[in-house]
């Protein structure tokens, strides 16, 4: 995918505390939850719960994949960091991996901030933090093992650069829009931020059993995936040969199903949180065939 270089007013940052551990693997903790309670139980998610909130983390928050305080969304910073005192620049050009970033993130904004125009919605475009092993976010901790994430309490998108190893090498999904598409589904949290979609979710997560507030962390993520695909479409002039089926490739890796089945052998469809391998690959289309986040509502019918 052929993408600007990035502006030089995103807000992008170090996380504060960031590098703890050193490099590291990464992962999706969160989306392997599943695979927890298929194993040990209920008793093994609850356990690894109470790890992430004696490290200082807002499990909910983060398992709603953006619900959140209803904070006001940050406002454009240029050059901000994160209190490090570094400039975009600084922090964009420290790595390959990061530069490569800052370039999708700031197409995104920029995507996204006319989307918003287009309807006469007010935009408020996230920040934008890089962490190496480990790191301090709104939520809490920021660890390599949970992937890349979304605080909405911040509006931050939290990224170590080494899931994108992972993403090759463990899921088998290489090239340049897979990365992008982990980064727009991120994007994509935000934009459900905004719009008060992540509250409502959160509000009825609250009121809901296990399964069915699984059912709307579903729901949730695969109006992310949605809305990552809107972003290849209104930048389809941008895609190459290939590129679309790169994402879908990262999608079917990532799916409920597929990892449950290739970690314990079998499949627990009440435990899911980010949908099937099908339905992630469905709904990114969805999203890259209209180009309108109309076309995104997850929250009405079948998914």
């Known amino acids: 995918m052929r993408l600007d270089d990035y502006d030089n007013d995103i807000d992008v940052g170090e996380a504060q505390g960031s590098g703890g551990f050193g490099g ?19 008793g093994g998610i609850v356990v690894v719960l109470i790890i992430l909130a004696v490290l200082g983390m807002n499990p909910l928050g983060l398992l709603t994949g953006g619900g959140g305080s209803g904070n006001a969304p940050v406002t454009r910073s240029a050059g901000s960091g994160s209190g490090s005192g570094e400039s975009v620049r600084q ?26 125009a ?14 190496s092993g480990s790191g301090q976010s709104g939520c ?15 509006s931050g998108i939290y990224l170590d650069t080494s899931f994108f190893d992972e993403l090759a090498n463990r899921f088998g999904a290489k090239g340049d829009f897979a990365r992008y598409y982990v980064i727009a589904h991120e994007f994509g949290h935000h934009i459900q931020n905004l719009l008060g979609t992540s ?20 729901r949730l993520e695969l109006q992310a995936d949605c809305y990552a695909g809107v972003w290849a ?18 999608a079917q890796a990532i799916g409920d199903d597929t990892l449950q089945r290739e970690s314990t052998g079998r499949v ?16 990114l289309r969805r999203g890259i065939e209209t180009g309108d986040p109309a076309q995104c509502n997850t929250f009405s019918g079948a998914i």
Request: proline residues 6%; charged residues 25%; aromatic residues 10%.
């Open 24 to 42: 590291g693997g990464g992962g999706l903790l969160f989306g392997l939850l599943p695979l927890i309670g298929s194993r040990f139980g209920c």
């Open 199 to 218: 509250d409502q979710v959160r509000r009825a997560q609250q009121a809901a059993g296990r399964a069915e507030g699984n059912a709307l962390s579903v």
């Open 91 to 116: 922090v964009c050009e420290a790595t390959p991996e990061r530069r490569e970033t800052c370039r999708a993130f700031s197409n995104a904004e920029n995507t996204w901030e006319k989307i918003f």
């Open 268 to 283: 627990v469809p009440d435990s899911f949180t980010h949908g099937t391998s099908e339905q992630r690959m469905r709904w």
């Open 118 to 131: 287009e309807s006469g919605q007010r935009f408020s475009p996230p920040r934008l933090r890089f962490f």
């Open 233 to 250: 479409a209104r930048n389809r002039d941008r895609l190459e040969p290939g590129d679309v089926e790169e994402g879908m490739t990262a």
């Open 140 to 154: 809490g901790a920021a660890q390599a093992a949970m992937g890349p994430f979304y605080c909405p309490t911040d």
